[in-house]
């Protein structure tokens, strides 16, 4: 390793095979190591609130992913003030994702597809303090605004995944009828006929 100092990296992806590829990519370069690597947003929170965490400057992460998404890890990492900065890497191109992501401080935002070395350019654009954003997925990302609040996405993002009203009810620690009319809100505000299309209509617009 070079005298420079190293960039380190919290990687959290939960494909285990591509979360062990970019590890080696990454640790391949002289002055980039991957400190440490989590299969979900929640366990990758967790490291950032020890002690190690302290000295993660670039958190690299996937958008879906169990127990927390990688938005949701960004948006407690904006709001806690980190002074690591964020890189989203997803497979999905959707503008939704992009603009929620803009929102939560994150500062680079790739598709997995990406050439390695566009990546390895971004990460160091981004710790010196720049942004790195595909410009593929800068097309609309600003043209129609989240209508959803964070706790209609909550439940909607249940109800995607088949769980029951009081599944979901006992999942977020809230009353049945509570639940209904978050999901009844957000059904209406996407026009759609029931909770199935309207978590079909978010999700692809990377409102969930």
Not at 148 to 155: I, N, Q, V
Not at 185 to 201: F, G, P, V
């Amino acid at each position: 390793m070079s005298n420079k100092k190293a960039i380190n990296i919290l990687l959290a992806e939960d494909q285990t095979m591509l979360r062990n590829a970019l590890a080696t990519i990454l640790d391949l370069e002289d002055n980039l190591q991957v400190i440490h690597s989590c299969a979900t947003g929640k366990l990758a929170l967790e490291y950032m609130h020890s002690e190690d965490g302290a000295k993660v400057d670039i958190v690299l992460s996937d958008i879906e992913m169990p127990d927390m998404t990688g938005l949701e890890l960004a948006q407690h990492l904006f709001e806690a003030k980190a002074r690591s900065h964020t890189i989203i890497l997803t497979t999905f191109a959707r503008s939704g994702y992009l603009r929620r992501a803009m929102d939560s401080g994150v500062k680079g935002y790739l598709l997995k597809d990406s050439p390695s070395h566009e990546l390895i350019a971004a990460i160091h654009k981004v710790h010196q303090g720049g942004a790195a954003i595909a410009p593929e997925l800068m097309v609309g990302s600003w043209m129609e605004k989240d209508p959803l609040t964070d706790k209609e996405r909550r439940a909607l993002r249940l109800a995607k995944d088949g769980l029951s009203t009081e599944d979901i009810a006992s999942k977020l620690f809230l009353s049945t009828g509570t639940v209904r009319n978050y999901l009844s809100s957000a059904s209406n505000k996407l026009n759609a006929k029931n909770r199935i299309e309207a978590a079909r209509i978010a999700h692809q617009n990377g409102w969930l």
